[in-house]
């Protein structure tokens, strides 16, 4: 007889589309439910004894915090690492690291530049791999987008999506949600800086890029944007604002959405630049409820990672 009870392979979140629709979904409503305990004083722990390893190559404000907070809120335990202060700024293979850190800890959270880092990191990893950031893309930031959402507008299927701005990270992360979610994204960028074709062309007709940030934004139920300079660009800001000056998202542009239509950024933002400052201080911008919502959501995903993990304290 054969031994049906093979090991459960680790389950890593690279990108939006490591879960299904119907786990992606749940992991939004959970984030919510998650939410609503830590509002009302609740105290949840149940993954006391655990570690997350935080490998931070790009500086952050949000990602760190919200990690950091929601593994202590949970029970467990963040560990910062730096290039400064570990060998992998000093030349140690991402699999070496990868070997020796995954024996040591339940989770690993990296935020770097290169994608393939994150990729061959999860490759050689026993313990669930989170992409807290890549030059290519940046999905825990969509779910908190998602579930802010939710929370305002109900369902995001079949709805209207603009994004406006790079096709970078957040722009691919977007393309990535329309298709798991299934809404329209419309994306408007300047010519020369659409997103990646092989990410476009696999997402189909759900979405469009345009040159026009007007016509782009006609009755969306949700505008979008992020810096126009993103980090390790700063060299090309001040082209980049040449480029991308009819890309602001202001209050005229934001009257060609939907009455009701919302506005989110992921932050940092620069008022004058990608964003008025009438339009994300207004009514219709939920961009502080989207950042909180980095915590709920990163807490209800490590659950789904943690729980799942055969490696893990149990």
């Not at 629709?21 to 722990?45: D, F, I, M, N, S």
């Not at 690993?108 to 290169?114: A, P, S, Y």
Request: aromatic fraction near 8%; charged fraction near 25%.
């Amino acid at each position: 007889m054969t031994d049906s009870t093979q090991p459960t392979p680790t389950r890593h979140f690279l990108t939006l589309l490591d879960l299904t629709k119907a786990e992606a979904e749940h992991l939004l409503r959970r984030a919510t439910e998650l939410k609503g305990l830590r509002q009302r004083g609740e105290v949840y722990r149940p993954f006391v004894g655990y570690t997350l390893a935080m490998v931070f190559e790009k500086s952050s404000t949000r990602t760190r915090v919200s990690f950091e907070a929601g593994m202590s809120q949970l029970g467990g335990t963040a560990m910062f690492l730096s290039p400064r202060d570990t060998q992998l700024g000093r030349g140690e293979p991402v699999e070496d690291s990868a070997r020796v850190l995954s024996r040591m800890v339940d989770a690993v959270m990296i935020r770097t530049f290169d994608h393939e880092t994150v990729m061959r990191f999860a490759e050689h990893s026993r313990v669930p791999v989170i992409n807290g950031l890549t030059d290519r893309f940046h999905p825990c930031q969509l779910l908190a987008d998602m579930q802010t959402y939710l929370e305002h507008r109900g369902s995001i299927q079949g709805r209207r999506v603009t994004f406006i701005g790079d096709g970078n990270n957040m722009c691919h992360s977007y393309i990535n949600a329309a298709r798991l979610f299934g809404f329209e994204l419309r994306i408007a960028c300047p010519d020369g800086f659409e997103p990646d074709p092989a990410i476009l062309a696999a997402a189909g007709d759900q979405c469009t890029v345009l040159h026009d940030p007007g016509e782009a934004t006609e009755h969306a139920d949700l505008v979008v944007t992020d810096v126009w300079a993103s980090m390790g660009q700063e060299s090309e800001q001040d082209a980049r604002k040449a480029c991308f000056s009819r890309f602001s998202v202001t209050s005229s542009l934001m009257k060609r959405a939907r009455a009701d239509a919302l506005f989110m950024h992921c932050l940092p933002a620069h008022r004058g630049e990608e964003v008025s400052g009438e339009v994300i201080d207004g009514p219709q911008s939920v961009v502080w409820d989207e950042a909180e919502n980095r915590l709920h959501a990163q807490k209800a995903l490590l659950e789904l990672l943690l729980s799942y993990s055969p490696n893990t304290p149990g």
